[in-house]
């Protein structure tokens, strides 16, 4: 097997004639974003919201009811229309808190992708943390060397502490506004004992961070989302440049007078109005827990950093290709023999691709990516590495990887050796084909050294896959050809069987 053989496989497939496209699923509502990619900044071009109060409709069985889904359903069918016929690798849509806690999530991804035309990605705490930062960022016009990055969501808030444009600490915290109003508000009343047990409420759930963010020095502190600009909006008289723990406390004395929250619409949008005392509580607490004087506000927010993440992609700046390097050198993998592995699964995908209709790029830099990861549960233990490994990937805090392809990569790398799991819920059947090349990758480089391999032909056949391997190369190496005899057994409970052949060269 000759090394120029390798197929340098595209990674990402982008149309920069069309616009880039950042959906939102938040919990609260649904915010579509499209811009195209002019040098040096984003060209705005289309913005749209939908309120859908997605996490109200979270039962205590911790499933979405039927008629939440139904209002997200319909909104998606109208956003639908903008973004539908976008090349898909010119869009992302990424689900936050709401999809997160939903255990019938899958039925609600499945009619959403149906309905956009576009992957659903759900992302974790921490990983909308990062992109929320990333979009504060890109719409703020300081010099401040240390930020401190605050978003009250409608089910999650999220803290985040960054050096320049690098986010240091993320922290996700399980309550947002809709959660907040629901248990505290939920029939309208506004009363300062209301007020007082909520923001004690927020206080207990800021407790397991404060310490933390406490102790850092910051140039300046900023707010995103809709609570924090409905509270700048409201206050603007009064402190138009910022907000202070004492418009807060002015705003707080303002909502209880009035006493319900339909008394606070006109300051208060309608929309916003029956969360907002359940996001002022929130706000109020991170405030007194966080020691806060003051904070600057910014429009930028998760879909704005979506969007500049998916940017960095097409141009070759992917968080997630830094985020495997950083494993690689955490979990002391042996870079080299990763290497090897991963051009001679690259070799081998690229003989079967066609066939097996894996040409999409995704699956190329998935399988590259399992293939410099496979060993490393190595560092944990060598006995039954592949399954650390596996539960590495799909429990580490991995920077811009979805939930979705972080369980597709620790699948692969549980895959890849011994008897065929039968206790992973394979994401899909791709997966599956995926693991065979990285196994058999890993059979044909088991030596660890640099010595050549022969030609090695593969193709689809009906139960599976057949190799084909030089017969003369085969008789010297007999403990190769064992190891792929038993491969061929281990995956004979696989969706895909192997046979090998020899032949000459």
Request: net charge neutral.
């Amino acid at each position: 097997m000759k090394e120029e053989l390798q197929p340098d496989l595209p990674y990402l497939i982008s149309d920069p004639d069309q616009p880039y496209a950042a959906l939102d699923l938040g919990s609260n509502s649904f915010h579509l974003l499209v811009a195209w990619d002019r040098p040096g900044r984003l060209q705005v071009i289309d913005r749209h919201r939908e309120v859908v109060r997605l996490a109200s409709g979270l039962e205590q069985t911790g499933r979405l009811n039927r008629k939440s889904m139904v209002v997200a359903l319909r909104a998606l069918e109208r956003i639908g229309q903008r973004i539908r016929s976008l090349p898909r690798h010119n869009v992302r849509v990424v689900g936050t808190n709401a999809l997160r806690t939903a255990g019938n999530r899958d039925e609600f991804i499945n009619a959403a992708e149906k309905l956009l035309g576009q992957q659903v990605e759900v992302i974790s705490g921490r990983e909308e943390a990062r992109l929320i930062y990333l979009g504060a960022l890109r719409s703020l016009e300081d010099d401040a060397d240390r930020r401190l990055v605050i978003d009250i969501g409608g089910g999650s808030t999220e803290i985040i502490f960054g050096h320049e444009h690098h986010p240091r600490i993320m922290e996700s915290l399980r309550m947002g506004c809709i959660s907040m109003a629901d248990r505290w508000f939920a029939d309208g009343k506004i009363t300062e004992k209301r007020m007082q047990r909520a923001t004690t409420n927020a206080h207990q759930e800021i407790e397991v961070v404060e310490q933390t963010f406490r102790s850092l020095q910051c140039d300046i502190t900023v707010g995103t989302s809709g609570t924090i600009l409905a509270t700048q909006n409201a206050i603007s008289e009064t402190s138009p440049l910022s907000i202070t723990r004492d418009a807060i406390d002015k705003l707080e004395s303002l909502l209880i007078k009035r006493g319900h929250v339909d008394e606070i619409l006109g300051l208060i949008n309608k929309d916003r109005a029956p969360l907002f005392p359940g996001g002022l509580a929130i706000l109020k607490a991170l405030f007194s827990s966080l020691e806060l004087s003051s904070m600057q506000v910014s429009n930028g927010a998760l879909r704005e950093g979506l969007l500049h993440d998916l940017l960095g992609r097409v141009h070759n700046r992917d968080i997630r290709e830094t985020t495997v390097q950083d494993l690689i050198a955490r979990f002391n993998v042996e870079v080299a023999h990763a290497q090897r592995v991963s051009s001679t699964a690259l070799y081998l995908l690229n003989q079967v691709a066609t066939d097996w209709s894996l040409e999409n790029s995704d699956n190329s830099t998935l399988l590259r990516w399992g293939a410099v990861l496979h060993e490393v549960g190595m560092d944990v233990s060598h006995s039954s590495y592949h399954k650390h490994g596996g539960y590495l990937l799909e429990n580490l805090d991995m920077s811009g990887f979805s939930l979705r392809d972080q369980f597709m990569l620790a699948s692969l790398v549980r895959g890849h050796r011994r008897s065929y799991p039968s206790d992973i819920s394979w994401e899909n059947d791709a997966i599956h084909k995926l693991t065979i090349l990285l196994r058999l990758a890993v059979v044909l480089r088991r030596s660890r050294t640099d010595e050549p391999l022969p030609e090695c032909s593969l193709r689809v056949i009906d139960s599976g896959l057949e190799m084909g391997l030089d017969r003369k190369w085969l008789k010297k190496h007999r403990l190769t050809l064992l190891d792929l005899e038993q491969e061929s057994a281990f995956l004979e409970s696989a969706p895909y069987q192997l046979s090998i052949k020899s032949q000459n060269s």
